[in-house]
Every structure is written in structure tokens, then in C-alpha cells.
């Protein structure tokens, strides 16, 4: 878990007070993806929507706000990995607990009607983007590994916590204990198209470090709610998937791995400076992109 400074703690202490005293008016029965909305977008109440007009998640004012709003620079990913600058009409408060009240009020109506009742903070995440509440392609990547990060989970209400599920263990890759212990989410690549979960690895954090889909990961691993993994779980990739990082194993040549991951060993070879007769040592790190 990350260390806070004692401004940060206060930040959390405040916006989660907050968050309790009007949440159950709304039917909203998680804090921990709020609380991390409320930390990223506003960057710790840094940012000057969030100092200077108390709205802490980010939210434009739109055709149907009546109340004050302040025009600001801000940036929209309309194409994935496109940042594009623009001015808004955002939300101004006039108070931090009348900001956290705006944003159960924001999500209050039948666009947002998925995320009440919600326990699993993971799925109301989900659901925030699917209902279109920001643009950001890392969206859920980002909430997700704010909450693991910070802990952020500990702030849920005890009726929240999903129940214990037994975890789904894959078969064990021969060379594992060969590999070296890592927290390289590339170095700990083994065999084709798996991943070793390392010491505090998360299914969304291995997601960001893979700049996959977490929910791609879980589906594909039958993983189910609430996402629980294991250190030395196998974590089965996309087909499609090709590593920045590849761990020559037992057996492997240049023309085995680049089939493998549909690439041309010259290529591979060329971009490690490997010669004739391209020669390949067990544990040896490779360059695949």
C-alpha cells in the first residue's frame, strides 16, 4: 500500500465523510470507486476545479444544470491514445460536501440507474464507463489500480465486501521455478502467452503493466467477481498478445518464437543484436517489439 502524506490522508478523510452522509439517499452502497474518482480527478483536490470551485469528479455542467458553472481548458480522448484540448463548462459548488452531494445527484438519474444497489466496486467502475462518464480509454485501469494501490476498499461498508471465492489455479509451466523472482510484469512472462502473478499483482494492475483489458484478462481466465488472484496463479493471455519482453525457455530458437507471436525472427534478431548463429540461453531476455 502506498504511504500518504497527512494531506492526502485528510483529503480521504474528508471526502469520504462526505460520501457516507449522502450516499444512502442515493441507494449507492460502495465508497471505494467514488473515493478514487474523487482522488484522480480532482489529483488529491489539487486541480483548480476542484480547490477553487469544489468539484472534485470531474463533472460538466450540461444542458439540464441550473446551478453556477466555471469555463476551463480540459483534454478529451475521442480516439483512443488522442488527447484533444478543448474548453468546458464545468459544475461549481460552493462547498466540498455540497460537491460530493452534486455528484450523487450527477449520477441520479436513468443513465447512471445501474450503479445503485451496486456491492461489487469493481462492477460499478465497469458500469461508469460503459454509461459513458469519461472518455479515457485507462479509465477503469486507473480507478481500479487507485483502489488496489491505496486500499481503498477498507472505506466500503462491511455489507459491501463480496464473500470469499475459491481461487482458480492454473496448471503450473514446467520452467516456473526456473524463472527468477520479478515483479517485471515482462520478465515474468513464461512459456506462450501466460503470466505469473507476482507478490501484490492485481488483475488491474497487471492490466496496466500488460496495457491490456483487465476484463478481457477475467473472462478469458473465468476469474469471477470479486477478482481474486494468487502469487504463482498462471494467468492465461490473448492469442493476439505479444510481450514488449519475451524469457527464452528450454527448446526455444529465434524462428519458435517469432511463430509463436507472428513475427519474423530476423526481425527479432536484428532488434537484439543477435548474430550468426543466433544462439538462444534459457533465461535470456528478448526484445519482441
Given amino acids: 500500500m502506498a504511504n500518504l502524506t497527512s494531506s492526502q490522508q485528510e483529503f480521504i478523510d474528508k471526502i469520504v465523510h462526505a460520501i457516507n452522509k449522502y450516499r444512502d439517499k442515493y441507494n449507492i452502497k460502495v465508497v471505494s470507486p467514488i473515493l478514487a474518482q474523487a482522488i484522480v480527478e480532482s489529483n488529491w483536490g489539487e486541480s483548480k476545479l476542484s480547490r477553487e470551485y469544489h468539484n472534485y469528479f470531474g463533472m460538466k455542467s450540461g444542458t439540464k444544470w441550473k446551478g453556477k458553472s466555471v469555463d476551463l481548458n480540459t ?3 475521442y480516439t483512443v491514445g488522442e488527447l484533444t484540448p478543448k474548453k468546458n463548462l464545468f459544475r461549481a459548488y460552493n462547498s466540498l460536501d455540497e460537491g460530493v452531494e452534486g455528484y450523487f445527484i450527477f449520477i441520479n438519474t436513468k443513465r447512471y440507474d445501474n450503479l445503485k444497489g451496486l456491492k461489487d466496486y469493481r462492477r ?3 458500469n461508469l464507463k460503459q454509461d459513458g462518464y469519461a472518455t479515457s480509454s485507462k479509465y477503469i485501469n486507473t480507478l481500479l489500480d487507485t483502489i488496489d494501490r491505496l486500499n481503498l476498499t477498507k ?3 462491511i455489507d459491501a465486501k463480496q464473500p470469499y471465492q475459491k481461487q482458480i489455479v492454473y496448471p503450473h509451466n514446467p520452467d516456473y521455478k526456473s524463472l527468477p523472482s520479478t515483479t517485471d510484469p515482462n520478465k515474468a512472462l513464461v512459456g506462450k502467452k501466460t503470466y505469473v502473478v507476482q507478490k501484490g499483482d492485481s488483475l488491474s494492475k ?3 503493466k500488460l496495457k491490456l483489458s483487465w476484463m478481457i484478462l477475467a473472462k478469458l481466465n473465468k476469474i ?6 494468487k502469487e504463482g496463479q498462471i494467468i492465461v493471455l490473448p492469442d493476439d498478445y505479444v510481450p514488449e519482453i519475451y524469457v527464452v525457455q528450454k527448446g526455444d530458437s529465434l524462428s519458435k ?12 534478431a536484428r532488434l537484439n543484436n543477435i548474430l ?14
Avoid at 469471477?224 to 488472484?229: G, N, R
Wanted: no cysteine; net charge negative; proline share 7%.
Fill in 75 to 77: 483534454r478529451e480522448e
Fill in 124 to 126: 460499478y467502475v465497469e
Fill in 155 to 157: 472505506y466500503d461498508p
Fill in 206 to 208: 497487471i492490466a496496466m
Fill in 224 to 229: 469471477e467477481s470479486p477478482y481474486t488472484i
Fill in 257 to 268: 518464437i517469432a511463430s509463436t507471436y507472428g513475427l519474423r525472427w530476423t526481425d527479432i
Fill in 276 to 289: 550468426s548463429p543466433y544462439t538462444l540461453r534459457v533465461g535470456q531476455l528478448i526484445k519482441l517489439k
